[in-house]
């Protein structure tokens, strides 16, 4: 390939990002070094890997215990194997449920269209993790396990095109969402194929960073106040109990796993988004002009 074509492919890129304010350029600029890192990561990630020496189960886990599952508990509880960590899914699902009956409530039209979108994409995401987790968690092995972090990628999308509509700017939040929502699926799946775990690891961590990033900035004259640091710290809880599984079942005399409480922590996650809902939703004037 020639210099001229290389310039011409870079300004290509990059020039989609000179419309845009400094901050949103600076967001832009660096959205699509993002996306090589996760290249980078996708393509190079296995034999990364390999060389490090990380061995990974057909779950996709570093660990496994000697019942052959990643996880501790493996009680069953009427003809429902892996009990706790199958039913602790509920809670997930009433929580987007609740979630989507509060944006009902208040009206999609006082929204704007990307805040509304990624309120709805978000929502569902909780729905979707509760069913993929479940039927991971009821026979836990590398396909299912492909279901429950698509369910995740659905909410990690939606939360962070909240976030860019909350404290960047709603116009270019549908952007962010759209493009977490393709790397984080495509993140998911590779596991299955080539045991990669690397690009959910980008997606998931990066996309916490960019939370914990946005949180520290001001919110918009139009942002409904969702406390993002509520969000992180519900995340942050969550990933506490999920790398304690064993641990917190052992501390608690094997009543409760790290791994069933991390699903009940996840649900907290809507609490925010509601509360905000409810108490700045903008009571009328069309989305659009938001």
Known sequence: MSSSSVKSSQGSVFEQCMPL???QRHLCTSGWLAMALWMLAAFFGPDLLAYLGVPLSPHGHPHVHAHGHPFVDVRVWLGIPNALDVLSNIPLALAGAWGMRAMKRSGKSGFHINTSQALSVFFWGLVITAVGSAVYHWAPDARSLVLDRLGM???????????????VGAHIARNALLAVLVLGSLSAVMPLVHGNVLPWAVVQFGGMGF?????LRKPLPTALGVSLGGVLAVYALAKVFELGDAAVFHATGDLVSGHTLK?????LAAWPVVRAMRQNAPSGGSGADR
């Open 153 to 167: 990628a659905v909410t990690f999308s939606g939360a962070l095109g909240l976030a860019m509509a909350e404290r």
């Open 211 to 215: 939370l914990a990033w946005a949180a």
């Open 263 to 267: 699903h009940v922590a996840a649900a």
């Open 21 to 23: 304010t400094p901050m």
